[in-house]
């Protein structure tokens, strides 16, 4: 019986290239991506965005939930400014 090889993109995820990262390197990944996440909420939460209304508040509940604090707690992000940020252009309106 021939085994099939899984060529999905995703499969490429789990490699043993994937589980010889060191700490440390697995460690930045997750930073990394936690910093991408932030960074997407904030490009449509930001007072210039062309996103469409229901996307910016989602955005920015997002940016001030208890989920944002975390995705920015493990990329190093500090929310303070961008939140400081939406709260005054939700003033200026």
């Keep these: 019986m021939e085994t ?9 995820a789990l490699t043993p290239e994937t589980d010889a990262l060191t700490r440390e390197e697995r460690c930045d990944r997750y930073r990394d991506l936690a910093r991408a996440v ?4 904030w490009r449509d ?3 210039e965005s062309r996103s469409s209304d229901a996307n910016r508040e989602d955005a920015r509940a ?14 190093s992000v500090n929310l ?7 709260r005054e252009s939700r003033l200026a309106r």
């Excluded at 099939?4 to 490429?12: A, E, F, L, V, Y």
């Design 4 to 12: 099939q090889q899984n060529t999905h993109p995703s499969s490429s």
């Design 38 to 41: 932030i960074e997407l909420a």
């Design 45 to 47: 939460a930001r007072p």
């Design 62 to 75: 997002f940016l001030f939930s208890e989920s944002g604090d975390f995705w920015a707690s493990l990329g």
């Design 80 to 86: 303070a400014h961008l939140r400081r940020v939406i």
